[in-house]
Structure formats: C-alpha cells, structure tokens
C-alpha cells in the first residue's frame, strides 16, 4: 500500500488523501512511497470458484465476495502454514485449539478430583505455586503430545 508523506509535518497520509490528517496542509505536491493500488496487479489471483461463506460464485481476481462482503481466501496445499495447520483427522497433527481445549479439560478434571478428595476428607487442600506452575505447564504439554 502506498502512502503520501505531508511536506510539512511528515506523517504518513492514505494514498487517495488530499489534505494531510494531522496539520491540514495540502498532499497534492506530497511524494508517494511504496506501491500504489493501481499499479498492483490482482489478476493472477488463485481464488476459488465460490465464496467459502455464502456460496455464491465469485468474480475471478476478487479479494471479497461481492454478495457477503467476507474476504476471499486461497488455500495454497503444501505450504508449510497449510501442512501445520490442517486437522488432525489428515495429518495426525494437532491444531493450538485442539491441546489447549484438551490441556483446559485434564485441568478442570484434576480440579473437580481434588474438590472431591477435599470434600470426601473434610478438609482443605493447599497447593503452592511452585508445584502449580509446573503441574499445568506438564498437562499442557502432555495435551501437545497427545494429538502427534
């Protein structure tokens, strides 16, 4: 995205501006830096044959669905962000959301087994920080492993 740099004060204006928004000075001698949109070319664009959301076909180069408004997104098989995050039913990976619901369960499970113990006795249990810490971090990681 290029930018208009104001003349007098030196901030950073939107390509399309006219007048800068901090001092107000006019941007039509302003010099532009980086690329402007109309030299940008979209047209290589790999975008697929219907929106993802609403179903409806998409023109070919578009960055947004014209019916819903929600960004067009390709999905680029074997690059590495692909491969790393597709579910684990393919690739016997984890997702970041997958370990961590699953480290939230064993944490909440251990919770409700020492609320048991503690009510079953009668009593209180203590745990101090430096064995906490160290517990929760083991079942986050335990939760990691489980998925690979």
């Known amino acids: 995205m290029a930018v208009k740099i104001c003349t007098d004060c030196g901030e950073s204006n939107a390509e399309g501006s006219l007048i800068c928004v901090i001092c107000g000075s006019s941007l039509k001698d302003a010099m532009m ?28 180069g578009s960055l947004t669905c014209r019916y819903c408004g929600s960004v067009v997104s390709k999905t680029v098989k074997g690059s590495r962000y692909y491969s790393d ?5 393919e690739s016997g990976g984890s997702t970041p959301m997958a370990t961590f619901g699953r480290g939230c369960l064993w944490l909440i499970l251990g919770t409700l087994g020492l609320v048991l ?14 064995i906490f810490i160290p517990v929760v971090i083991l079942v986050f990681w335990m939760a990691s492993k489980k998925g690979k």
């Open 85 to 89: 995050h597709i579910s684990s039913g």
């Open 117 to 130: 113990i503690a009510v079953i006795t009668q009593s209180t249990i203590n745990i101090p920080w430096f």
């Open 33 to 60: 830096e980086g690329t402007p949109n109309t030299v940008k070319d979209y047209s290589r664009n790999a975008t697929p044959a219907t929106c993802q959301h609403c179903n409806e076909r998409l023109v070919l």
